[in-house]
């Protein structure tokens, strides 16, 4: 599931029950076709209903926040995107979406509440020949769509899997299947390097604690996240894995765990310089050394699951493990952008999406700036 709705302008609840194992690309292919007659397209969601479409969708509604920037990565254009939430109208607004694609701020957003409800009158005036929607939060927010005649693609979330799938899905509904199958490859094969990169990592593992909320409480992500997983993936510990999923937590517990880096994620508007200027911060061992960064945020956010995951691997690894380069990071974002989006980020752009001057004043940030 994505997380409750996000109030960041550039400042899920995460399913993180899966660990992250290799991407089933060939499963996520498998369970979805878009082959028929004609032109006609069978597209299967992850409920297991085949939706049969005339042609390759061509007006698209998505509510769950990461559908409108994973499908405007895969169509590498904002031309078939109807209506999207506000919260992920307020995200692509406020990052380089937005540059990439001025057109996306005109794009009609009121279409469903905080809680992912559907406004279906407004979904209706858009007279999409598709909707994405949570599968998996209860049929209250599904079914008035079904019962409404709307063709309705049920997804779920919370891992590198479902990742892949919603790319196989929402490449064979815009009829570019070959779109999906190779971004879907790509994302195994950055998978693959990041674990290889990380086995020649030598040394002590830094313990590592993921922020997912800091101003209005503590909440940190635990064993069993996607977070987690991408910390023990470029080889380092998670602090927080002695709890489960995102946990509230207080400042005592984070004083007992001590972690030598602290991540602040990009789901409210928390910066390194509110943990520095925090006395009661003093005593921690990622504030006594300065390694306290917030997480970057691109196309999306990325700390939770996205196309864009494999970029905060790059980071993190060279976070935990700082050699005095940026790990190859700025050429990986150039290159990925072009790829996803057909354009490249130009200095400035990246310096927003990486924080450098937020995050500036924490130790071995240098290799990350742009100047």
């Known amino acids: 599931m994505d997380s409750p709705p996000e109030a960041l302008p ?50 698209i509604v998505t509510i769950p926040f990461p559908a409108a920037s994973i499908m405007i990565a895969v169509d590498r254009s904002i031309t078939h995107i109807a209506g999207m939430h506000s919260a992920a109208w307020t995200a692509a607004r406020d990052s380089v979406l937005s540059d990439f694609f001025p057109g996306v701020v005109d794009i009609p957003h009121d279409i469903a509440s905080e809680t992912f409800a559907p406004n279906v009158e407004s979904v ?8 994405v929607q949570w599968a998996n939060q209860g049929d209250g927010i599904i079914a008035p769509l079904d019962n409404a ?32 199958r190779a971004m879907a490859t790509r994302l195994k094969a950055d998978q693959a390097d990041a674990a290889a990169t990380a086995a020649k990592r030598t040394g002590a593992k830094p313990s590592v604690l993921y922020f997912n909320r800091f101003v209005e409480g503590l909440k940190v ?6 977070n987690d997983d991408y910390i023990r993936l470029v080889g380092a510990e998670n602090a927080g894995a002695g709890v489960k999923a ?12 001590d972690p030598d880096i602290i991540v602040l994620g990009n789901f409210d508007a928390a910066l390194p310089s509110d943990v520095y200027g925090d006395k009661r911060w003093k005593d921690v061992a990622a504030v006594r050394s300065r390694r306290v960064y917030k997480a970057p945020i691109g196309g999306y956010r990325w700390d939770p699951p996205s ?19 940026d790990g190859g990071l700025r050429t990986k974002v150039l290159s990925d952008y072009q790829y996803f989006y057909n354009q490249a980020p130009d200095a400035t752009q990246l310096a927003k999406m990486l924080w450098t001057e937020e995050n500036g004043a924490s130790a071995d940030y240098e290799p990350f700036s742009t100047t």
């Open 221 to 226: 992500a635990g064993s069993g996240t996607f």
């Open 149 to 180: 005649g709307l063709s309705v693609l049920g997804v779920e979330y919370g891992n590198l899997d479902d990742v892949a799938r919603w790319i196989t899905m929402f490449s064979e509904a815009l009829g570019k299947p070959d779109r999906g």
């Open 246 to 257: 995102l946990a509230d937590v207080d400042l005592e517990q984070v004083l007992s765990w």
């Open 10 to 59: 550039r400042r899920t609840v995460l399913k993180g029950a899966v660990a992250l194992g290799a991407v089933t690309v060939m499963a996520a292919c498998g369970r979805s076709s878009a082959s028929d007659s004609g032109s006609r397209l069978k597209v299967t969601d992850q409920r297991g209903k085949t939706l049969r479409l005339d042609g390759p969708a061509r007006r």
């Open 307 to 325: 196309h864009e995951s494999p970029l905060m691997w790059r980071w993190l690894g060279q976070i935990a493990y700082p050699d005095g380069t």
């Open 124 to 131: 209706l005036a858009l007279k999409p020949d598709l909707v």
